[in-house]
């Protein structure tokens, strides 16, 4: 056997939440090859698997029953280039940010409003990810999967993915199906750039730049993140930990009569999106703590692990804020985080 399954391993390194965690097996993954052999063994040792990227969008339990799989697939290839566009073939275990800094070099354009933001490539279509008016879907033509059951390695074309506001086919009918390989996309070389982002527009004026380069907006973003979100170095942390809700505009009237400065944006298709941020500002506040839990002190959105917090306690303290902000407002709020059970995933 080419892999190597390590037993009883401590995965507090692996996630950003930086909670107590540690895994029966935990295999490292390096190619599809490898992938596959490692699924065989969790099929034939009767064991469920937990899929990991960077960690940075993951509740893990104190102890996983199971085999985690680490992703580390590389590649970073450029399949076809013209004077327009350039499509890029990325490896599921790149990193994100690293990926879009290279973009930014080269002059692509498109994912610059995408930066800093941490995990892996492969995991960025599941949720869609998405920051500063720009949504990854945008610029993916397909992604490659292979099937848990079946062992095929599957292209999947971006309209079949069904991307959605912080969602895919990934997070619905394919979750738990599918383990993401590779992910291709096309930026275009000329293109408008995406500076109308309300905090993106404030801080350009604030730093006198009046027609941003590319270069400039990527470091805006940077910037404007740096000052609002926790350094996940020194901070746990999953960033936003719900998502904004999407509320029909008859719901969206009846709490702007209540609420007159409700945080909301216009959606297509009739729909409202409100800021869960400001919910959650409402209903408990920035810099709320309960032990070593807390909503982050510049965004209350943002839960974080003030050291120590296990799994479980960030679970009751992401209930106590749903209930706050369903009680003030007739709101549920759905996590965005994936909040993982001792022993998911069994295939
Ligand atoms: C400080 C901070 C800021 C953030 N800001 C943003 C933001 O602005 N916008 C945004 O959209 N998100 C944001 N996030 C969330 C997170 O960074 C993204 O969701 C990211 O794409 C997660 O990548 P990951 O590799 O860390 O995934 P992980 O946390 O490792 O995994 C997330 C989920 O995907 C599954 N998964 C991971 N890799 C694969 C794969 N190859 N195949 C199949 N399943 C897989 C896992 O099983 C899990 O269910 C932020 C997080 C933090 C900590």
Redesign the pocket.
């Known amino acids: 056997m080419a892999i190597t399954i390590e037993k009883q391993v401590e995965l507090s390194s692996y996630?950003?939440m930086g909670v107590s965690a540690k895994a029966q097996y935990v295999a490292r993954i390096n190619s599809v090859g490898a992938l596959v052999e490692a699924l065989n063994w969790a099929k034939n040792n009767k064991v469920g698997i937990?899929?990991?990227?960077?960690?940075?969008?993951?509740l893990l339990p104190r102890y996983f029953e199971g085999l985690v799989l680490l992703?580390g697939l590389k590649k970073k290839d450029i399949i076809h280039e013209d004077e327009y566009s350039v499509e890029l073939l990325i490896g599921?275990g790149e990193n994100?940010h690293e990926m879009v800094e290279w973009t930014v070099e080269k002059g692509w354009i498109g994912l610059e409003n995408l930066a800093l933001?941490?995990?892996?490539v492969?995991?960025?279509p599941?949720?869609n990810?998405?920051?500063y008016g720009v949504e990854v879907e945008e610029y993916i033509t397909s992604v490659q999967?292979l099937h848990v059951e079946t062992l095929d390695l599957i292209w999947i074309d971006r309209d079949k993915c069904n991307f959605a506001y912080?969602n895919s086919i990934?997070k619905d009918e394919l979750k738990n199906k599918?383990?993401?390989?590779e992910v291709q996309f096309k930026l275009p070389k000329n293109a408008q750039l995406r500076t109308d982002y309300e905090s993106l527009g404030y801080f350009f004026s604030q730093h006198g730049i009046h027609n941003p380069s590319q270069q400039q907006l990527f470091d805006a973003v940077i910037q404007v993140r740096q000052s609002r979100?926790?350094d996940?170095q020194t901070q746990g942390?999953?960033?936003?930990f719900f998502k904004n809700p999407l509320l029909p505009s008859e719901q969206i009237d009846r709490l702007s009569t209540r609420f007159p400065d409700i945080k909301t944006y216009p959606m297509p298709g009739g729909y409202t999106k409100v800021a869960a941020g400001w919910l959650i500002d409402k209903a408990v506040g920035k810099g709320f703590r309960k032990g070593q839990v807390g909503t982050y002190e510049q965004q209350a959105l943002?839960i974080v692990n003030h050291g120590g917090a296990s799994g479980d306690e960030i679970c009751e303290f992401a209930s106590l804020i749903h209930s706050k902000v369903l009680e003030m407002f007739k709101i549920s709020l759905e996590a965005e985080v994936?909040i993982?059970s001792k022993n998911s995933k069994d295939i």
């Open positions: 996630t950003t937990l899929v990991l990227g960077g960690g940075s969008n993951v992703v599921a994100w933001i941490p995990g892996s492969g995991a960025a599941i949720q990810i998405g920051a999967y912080r990934f599918a383990i993401i390989t979100l926790p996940i942390s999953c960033g936003s943002v994936q993982i």
